[in-house]
């Protein structure tokens, strides 16, 4: 399979996380990340998903953050060409650098859990290990 992102990071801010990671090493053809959040509230849920005490669910779930390949700094829009016989010039997304993007749209004062996968042209990777921050 292919493996997960290392070394992730997480940074907080208001109503919002910054994510750092490093790219698996020998992946090829890395076109995007899916990047998840999900809202904690410790000491009763600490993970995800999260249940109470009599084992209903909290609501608190994995979401996948929606964005544009191109909004992740490292990911960035290439051009092959290509004669007219061979179908045109196209443009496809490539993250080959160190990668980071901005979760927004997050409830104040905050804790969250986050992970990263691979989006290549085998489909989603491995996630890396989870990192928490508290938005402000």
Known sequence: GVRAPTDLT????????????TAPKGE??????????CKIEPPTHNGCPSYDSNGNDSGNHWTAFDHEPTDIAGCNNV???????EGGNYTLVVCDADVSDVVTGLENETQYLFRVAVINYSGTGAYSGTVTATTT
């Open 10 to 21: 997480a940074t907080a801010g208001d109503d919002k996380v910054t994510l750092a990671w």
């Open 28 to 37: 090829s053809d890395i076109t995007d990340y899916k990047i998840e959040y």
């Open 79 to 85: 051009t092959i060409k290509r004669t007219t016989a």
